[in-house]
């Protein structure tokens, strides 16, 4: 059974990127534009939701906080893929609820091999 993904940026070329990425290694991939595309997205089965942290509507931690206040998807995976490397930043999106960081650009690889260690 393939896992799904929430990938979520306001850019498109970023999320024909990420889809590409993770379709390639078998994942099933849902795009969002923004927090609140994902947000109306955000049906089951999601395993994992990968965003951006600067976005219009709702941000990155917004779009968290609001995941992890849905009893459904309180502990599912939220990694954040941003151009910030801000500790500041990294340390308000560990509260807000994120699982993890990474910073773009980004390596396929890195990436895919952040994914499988957080699904387990």
């Excluded at 991939?29 to 923004?34: L, T, Y």
């Excluded at 308000?92 to 260690?117: D, H, M, R, S």
């Amino acid at each position: 059974m393939s896992r799904t993904i929430l990938a979520v940026d306001d850019s498109a070329s970023m999320r024909q990127l990420v889809g590409f990425t993770l379709r390639g290694a078998g994942y099933t991939v849902i795009e969002a534009s923004d927090g609140q595309d994902a947000l109306e997205k955000l049906q089951p089965p999601v395993n994992l939701v990968l965003t951006d942290l600067n976005m219009p509507r709702l941000d990155g931690l917004g779009l968290t906080r609001a995941i992890r206040a849905t009893a459904a998807y309180r502990y599912t995976p939220i990694l954040l893929l941003t151009t910030e490397s801000d500790p500041a930043r990294k340390l308000e999106a560990k509260a807000a609820g994120a699982t993890g960081w990474l910073v773009k650009p980004f390596q396929p690889e890195q990436l895919l091999a952040t994914i499988k260690k957080v699904l387990g």
